[in-house]
């Protein structure tokens, strides 16, 4: 168990999966002040189950940002 997001990625070999309600989660959980690419997680792959609606354009955001930090996002969502 570990208490931090920061825990989540120093724990992490490889992979992180991100399992919250909905976007705007998402954003805070990943982009967020102490969020998963606030921290060291080069290499590392962070996997999005989330419900997202279909028609939603601001996902290219995710790729954008994790390129730099070397990061890979994955996107295995529900429509809503």
Not at 12 to 39: C, H, K, P, W
Not at 65 to 71: K, N
């Amino acid at each position: 168990m570990v208490e931090t997001l920061k825990e989540v990625t120093v724990q992490a070999d490889e992979a992180m999966i991100s399992m919250v309600r909905d976007y705007a989660q998402n954003v805070d959980i990943i982009f967020g002040r102490a969020g998963l690419l606030s921290t060291h997680t080069k290499g590392k792959t962070i996997i999005v189950m989330s419900t997202f609606d279909p028609n939603a354009t601001k996902l290219s955001r995710f790729s954008t940002v994790s390129a730099p930090m070397q990061s890979h996002l994955h996107f295995m969502s529900w429509g809503g």
